[in-house]
T-cell receptor, first 113, second 113 residues
Framework: QQQVKQSPQSLIVQKGGISIINCAYE??????FPWYQQFPGKGPALLIA?????SEKKEGRFTISFNKSAKQFSLHIMDSQPGDSATYFC????????????FGAGTILRVKS | DADVTQTPRNRITKTGKRIMLECSQT?????MYWYRQDPGLGLRLIYY???????NKGEISDGYSVSRQAQAKFSLSLESAIPNQTALYFC????????????FGSGTRLTVV
């Protein structure tokens, strides 16, 4: 049973468009929500992260939106570029369990030029 | 040199064989993790270690064992490999810093035939 549910499984976006990936969780003890980006042949790399005391965090073209009451968070990639084509994982952790990360199933993003 | 180095990068082994995957890091992090990646399932935690004398099972530890030989080294063993252990394996490290970010190795692709 996956503690963090991620959708969609795959996504195709035109260059310049907005990519949106959604995640939902059940455990309200989670207190840290990162997104990881993985290119083929590489390990995942931290992209951006948010804590539940804020509703949005933006870093460049990447934004996390967080809805604590709905227990959902999403990644928005503005002005999507072919170089953004990768697999994206949402994750969650809780401090009282030593911050072990629980990952979503991943979304394969393809940005068409 | 990479911060987190995994060896081998690729391995094909036969059912029933014992195999060891190795991980070494130069990050100076105390915490190390082994994850398994399967399509559609994301990354699942196999074992983790918060320091040299600490070893903990993750969500899918059956059929695996680990050894933390030093702060910088954490190896994963499959005592008797089976085909459903065919997967991409990742080692990761973290500290208890502000970002709680993980640093992943480039992975080991293991095929059990």
């Amino acid at each position: 049973q996956q503690q963090v549910k991620q959708s969609p499984q795959s996504l195709i976006v035109q260059k310049g468009g907005i990519s949106i990936i959604n995640c939902a969780y059940e455990n309200t003890a989670f207190d840290y929500f990162p997104w990881y980006q993985q290119f083929p042949g590489k390990g995942p790399a931290l992209l951006i992260a948010i804590r539940p005391d804020v509703s949005e965090k933006k870093e460049g073209r990447f934004t996390i939106s967080f809805n604590k009451s709905a227990k959902q968070f999403s990644l928005h990639i503005m002005d999507s570029q072919p170089g953004d084509s990768a697999t994206y994982f949402c994750a969650a952790s809780m401090g009282r369990q030593g911050n072990k990360l629980v990952f979503g199933a991943g979304t394969i993003l393809r940005v068409k030029s | 040199d990479a911060d987190v180095t995994q060896t081998p990068r690729n391995r094909i082994t036969k059912t029933g064989k014992r195999i060891m995957l190795e991980c070494s890091q130069t990050k100076g992090h105390d915490r190390m993790y082994w994850y398994r990646q399967d399509p559609g399932l994301g990354l699942r935690l196999i074992y983790y270690s918060f320091d040299v004398k600490d070893i903990n099972k993750g969500e899918i530890s059956d059929g695996y064992s680990v050894s933390r030989q030093a702060q910088a080294k954490f190896s994963l063993s499959l005592e008797s490999a089976i085909p459903n252990q065919t997967a991409l394996y990742f080692c990761a490290t973290s500290d208890l810093g502000r970002t709680y970010g993980y640093t992943f190795g480039s992975g080991t692709r293991l095929t059990v035939v």
